[in-house]
């Protein structure tokens, strides 16, 4: 593994276990959808919400010059994309 998102915000403060490979970290903290009070619609809205979040967010990772930056420089900016 390459890299490893926590995207529940009760998990940011846990400790991760060991990854093989020591992959680049970053939590990308979202609210829980499951946790949504409402009908089916509201609650289906929240799922779809998160989703466009964690893919906007995936694809500025994708966006990124893996090859050409720092790993710390790379750790920043997933960190960065985490609070968009």
């Not at 998160?50 to 997933?78: D, N």
Request: net charge negative.
């Amino acid at each position: 593994m390459n890299f490893v998102f926590t995207v529940c915000d009760n998990a940011a403060g846990e400790i991760c276990p060991v990854w093989p490979g020591q992959p680049l970290t970053a939590h990308w903290g979202v609210y829980d959808p499951a946790g949504v009070d409402g009908n089916e619609d509201k609650q289906r809205q929240a799922f779809h919400e998160v989703a466009q979040i964690l893919k906007r967010r995936i694809e500025l990772m994708l966006a990124l010059p893996h090859h050409s930056l720092q790993s710390l420089s790379i750790q920043a900016q997933l960190n960065d994309i985490g609070k968009i």
